[in-house]
Every structure is written in C-alpha cells, then in structure tokens.
Nanobody
Framework: QVQLVESGGGLVQTGDSLTLSCAFS????????LGWFRQPPGMEREFLAT????????VYGDSAKGRFVISRDNVNKIVYLQMTGLKPEDTGVYYC?????????????????WGPGTQVTVSS
C-alpha cells in the first residue's frame, strides 16, 4: 500500500506561482512512478506530469508544458509540482497519484493509488 497526501493549495491571483507538495509513504514507495493530475470543476481529471522512481525521466501533459515542473525527493519522500504563470483555467483539485511503470502515464485509470487532493483557485 502507498499513501499520498497533497498540500500547498490555496487561493492565488493570475500570474502567481505556487508549489504543491505530495508526501508519499508505504512499502517500496520510492520505486513507484509519481504523477500529478487535476480536475477542474465539472470536468474530467486531466494529466499534468509524471516523474520516474529515480527522477531521471519526466513526462508532461499539454497543459503543464512550459509552466509546470515536477520533481521528487526520495530521501524526504515528497514529490513537488512547481507552477508558474497561473491562470484562472488552472483552477481545480490537484491530485497526486502512484503507479509501478512509466507506461500509459497520462491515463488516470492506470494509477494504483491516489491522494485526497488539494484545491487550487486562481482568481482573475
């Protein structure tokens, strides 16, 4: 079992930066691929970014490219999502998720474990 807990969400203004954190724990958790998704109000869950277990390989979704950066710290067991140039359309609940392999990282149903999410609201 893997446990994930997100933090760092809040209310920000357009153009602001925000860094989300996800603390991960559990058996062999450092060997898991970790990703970030978000779910805007009334919409489907959207893939943002994934990082491999060693941190050497990352994949970004279209919405995250150029503005978001994912990283992980396996010593302190935290995965980060650094977000810059935030826009109102970035508003939503942000989730951290874990899976075993780097295959199909953009597909939410392929992830085995999820955190409860943290709300990010960007005002215009």
């Amino acid at each position: 079992q893997v446990q994930l807990v997100e933090s760092g969400g809040g209310l920000v203004q357009t153009g602001d930066s925000l860094t989300l954190s996800c603390a991960f724990s559990g058996r062999a958790v450092s060997s898991y691929v970790l990703g970030w998704f978000r779910q805007p109000p009334g919409m489907e869950r959207e893939f943002l970014a994934t990082v491999s277990y060693h941190g050497g390989s990352v994949v970004y979704g279209d919405s995250a490219k150029g503005r978001f950066v994912i990283s992980r710290d396996n010593v302190n067991k935290i995965v980060y999502l650094q977000m810059t140039g935030l826009k109102p359309e970035d508003t939503g609940v942000y989730y951290c998720a874990a899976k075993i392999t780097m295959q199909n990282v953009g597909v939410s149903s392929k992830y085995d474990f999820w955190g409860p999410g943290t709300q990010v609201t960007v005002s215009s």
